[in-house]
């Protein structure tokens, strides 16, 4: 406790108390060292440490002295949103390519942009942390980069960036290309110039040398605090991976399963951009499915990684989601090396890409409307898991568990051709392949029509995964990579309690959930329910 006091003529007067400020660190010794003390219980305890306390436990963070000899020296140039939490120093590049060349010559670097796409995606990996003038808390950037454990500042929108120029202003401070940066995801401060950062001593245990020596206190608290958690919790935890590194990583932390595998993020690696991109620009059915081919042996190899790493814990997997034309390349000189490949004009190539164009295409073509208008790409994706599944099992003895989740369903009838096709493929290669594997069908609820007409949709739907993300967004009507103008003045003037994309609205989203959990479990006894939006990973919207 901070107490307040006054000592007037001889006599103490007591002023004031409240509970005293204490770092992630202190709250976690403080707390099990009570229970130690038997001063209190283990879920006491539990409740008593703030869950955004223990990002301080697992995030690199600055050098106390330096940063603050940044804040003296007026180094500080902006904040933006405290998108992924952690410090990250390194090298200003303002293209994904670049972030790549200069990490292989051995640099720290920054992918600074104005917002991202997934064809940011090989960038991003190669960054320690990620700058974006536009988005919110749940914009590309935000999402991936928490999943990927990058540090984000997301919506600095005091950052005018000029890729032709090479450079972004920053109220008056011009940062070029190569410059260096410090981001505090944490507070979501930008600094000029490099500061120095150090690891989170629990990670350095769980994951690094620190494995060889003995835990100090901090850690040892986190592992108990931890073990409270498994032993009292009665929600299961999944996590967010597409890769199998990811997938070893979640383990490590006691992650039970995959709770939402974005196949699109795995087009990225390699050549593999290569055949989705001929996928896109083909003309007819025959040519998407020639590219296809290409990709179906890429795309199966990257399902044994994940199942192989997984030991047989559940895998929910979501088909194609995005737009097709966030697969397409922006820069003139990208063009032209992508026409050439294909075998057409630049202009040829241009006019095409121009078609893919939609005015909105978050509520646009994509998602199971894909899948429902090329069923040639829900197919190879089906072929490639459940080949992935039955090979993996047959070398490994491990038997996965694939269960496959198709996105953006508003009616019934979407998730019924969608299923048709799952199941007809399973049957298929479980016949070929001599050996067959568990496996589950359902969907993402992130239209309002699909949480009311969830009854429905239970008929053919195995379990429901709910994609809060969108969820929020569709059932406001607002973007969540532009809401941030405005949502914090909405704050502000008591509109909004909160960001609703940062802690779930229990009044209207939280309700449409309610009525589709109902109905759903009316519908289909048993059926599995599960949150894969960012509000299963907030405090105060899990419980």
């Not at 920053?170 to 944490?186: F, R």
């Amino acid at each position: 406790q901070d107490l307040e006091f006054t000592i007037e003529d001889g006599r103490l007067f007591m002023l004031q108390c409240r509970s005293g400020k204490r770092t992630g660190f202190a709250s976690v010794r403080i707390a099990v060292d009570m229970v130690g003390e038997r001063l209190i219980s283990q879920t006491e305890a539990l409740m008593r440490v703030d869950p955004e306390a223990l990002n301080q436990l697992l995030q690199p963070v600055f050098d106390p002295k330096q940063l603050g000899s940044a804040k003296k020296e007026g180094r500080r140039l902006t904040k933006g949103l405290n998108a992924g939490p952690g410090a990250a120093s390194g090298q200003v590049c303002f293209t994904a390519a670049d972030a790549v060349a200069m990490k292989a010559k051995g640099h720290e670097v920054l992918l600074v942009r104005e917002e991202t796409s997934p064809e940011d995606i090989r960038g991003m990996q190669a960054s320690s942390g990620i700058l974006t003038a536009r988005g919110g808390m749940t914009s590309h950037a935000a999402l991936v980069a928490r999943q990927m454990g990058k540090v984000c500042v997301a919506g600095a929108g005091d950052c005018e960036i000029d890729y032709k120029k090479g450079r972004m202003v920053v109220n008056g401070t011009v940062v070029k290309a190569g410059d260096k940066l410090s981001l505090n995801g944490t507070t979501g401060e930008v600094y000029a110039g490099s500061i120095a950062t150090r690891q989170s001593e629990v990670l350095d245990y769980l994951f690094g040398k620190g494995r060889k020596k003995k835990p100090s206190a901090v850690v040892e608290a986190y592992e108990k605090l931890m073990t409270w958690a498994d032993k009292h919790r009665t929600l299961g935890v999944r996590t967010n991976a597409d890769q199998p590194d990811q997938c070893l990583t979640a383990i490590a932390f006691g992650a039970e399963g995959v709770g939402l595998t974005r196949t699109e993020h795995m087009f990225f690696e390699g050549t593999k951009i290569d055949a989705v991109r001929e996928m896109i620009l083909s003309a007819d059915t025959a040519g998407r499915e020639r590219a296809l081919k290409k990709l179906l042996p890429l795309q199966r190899k990257d399902f044994e990684g994940i199942f192989k790493a997984m030991q047989g814990r559940p895998v929910t997997i979501r088909t194609l989601d995005p737009p097709l034309h966030e697969f397409l390349p922006h820069q003139p000189a990208q063009i032209k090396a992508l026409a050439k490949e294909l075998g057409v004009t630049a202009k040829v190539l241009q006019a095409k890409m121009n078609s893919l164009q939609e005015f909105n295409p978050m509520l646009g073509h994509r998602g199971c409307r894909l899948g429902i208008t090329f069923p040639e790409i829900t197919r190879t994706q089906a072929q490639a898991l459940f080949e992935a599944a039955c090979n993996v099992a047959k070398r490994t003895k491990i038997m996965p568990r694939p269960e496959i989740m198709i996105p953006l369903v508003s009616t019934a009838r979407e998730l019924e051709l969608q299923a048709d096709i799952v199941h007809e493929v399973a049957a298929e290669v479980f016949t070929r392949k001599k050996i067959s594997v568990p496996y589950l069908v359902g969907t993402m609820i992130e239209l309002p029509r699909a949480a009311l007409t969830a009854g429905e949709i239970a008929n053919t739907a195995e379990f429901f995964s709910f994609g809060t993300n969108d969820l929020t967004q569709t059932t406001y009507g607002i973007s969540r990579d532009d809401g941030g103008h405005f949502i914090p003045e909405y704050i502000e003037k008591d509109i909004f309690e909160s960001d609703p994309f940062a802690s779930l609205d229990a009044a209207g989203v939280g309700r449409l959930m309610e009525i589709a959990c109902a109905d759903g479990r009316r519908a289909r006894r048993g059926i599995k329910l599960g949150i894969c939006g960012e509000h299963g990973g907030e405090p105060h919207s899990v419980v």
